[in-house]
């Protein structure tokens, strides 16, 4: 199994840009999330989606949208880039239940 | 809203020397505990969880903490660090709902 992927890696974009993150898993995870990862502020969640074709606001949704069409793919997207979203961006799933939740590599943006 | 403080940002110390992170949340209800790891580079990988039972949990890599209900704190202890425990450690917290809470992370370099 290759887990929990992102798409891409690196990315930099300008002001005003858009773009598609992509996370897929290959666990048949009903849940999945997206977190932004800031210095000293730890992760914090952005959106997040409890099964195909849902999708809830988290803690930081402003600036971003997401969906789930397919229960294995879950797109953050982001219609006009600003430098706050410079960030590093992770996905995670989770199983139904007690489970904690299985981590991707990332996504390292730049906005300028 | 849910909050979960880690005390330190930094952690400085040398090998062989033992280790405690604090964790403290603000939910009073039933929640779940984790500790995640995340090494230089790295996505963030579990080092242990607490659902119920035995308050004193062990995890990967010779870490454990202890849920201590009475003071909402779930602090992460090593007994003996070793160079390749430099990393950025996170608690979180499920309170019952689908969302992780997230503390700010405390950096832990350990010196050869």
């Known amino acids: 199994n290759a887990g929990v992927t992102q798409t891409p890696k690196f990315r930099v974009l300008k002001t005003g840009q858009s773009m598609t993150l992509l996370c897929a898993q290959d666990?048949?995870?009903?849940?999945m999330y997206w977190y932004r990862q800031d210095p000293g502020m730890g992760l914090r969640l952005i959106h997040y989606s409890v099964g195909e074709g849902t999708t809830a606001k988290g803690e930081v949704p402003d600036g971003y949208n997401v969906s789930r069409l397919k229960k294995q793919n879950f797109l953050l997207g982001l219609e006009s880039a600003a430098p706050s979203q410079t960030s590093v961006y992770f996905c995670a799933s989770r199983p139904d239940g007690p489970y904690e939740q299985y981590f991707g590599p990332g996504t390292r943006l730049t906005v300028t | 809203a849910q909050s979960v403080s880690q005390h330190n940002h930094h952690v400085i110390l040398s090998e062989a020397a033992s280790l405690e992170l604090g964790c403290n949340y603000s939910?009073?209800?039933?929640?779940?505990l984790f500790w995640y790891v995340q090494y230089p580079g790295q996505h963030l990988q579990l080092l242990l969880k607490y659902f119920s039972g035995d308050p004193l949990v062990k995890g990967i890599k010779g870490f454990e903490a202890e849920f201590i209900k009475s003071k909402f704190s779930f602090n992460l202890r090593k007994p003996s660090v070793q160079w390749s425990d430099t990393a950025e450690y996170f608690c979180a917290v499920k309170n019952g709902g689908n969302k992780l809470t997230f503390g700010g992370g405390t950096r832990v370099l350990v010196k050869p």
């Open positions: 666990m048949n995870h009903e849940y």
């Open positions: 939910y009073g209800g039933t929640v779940n």
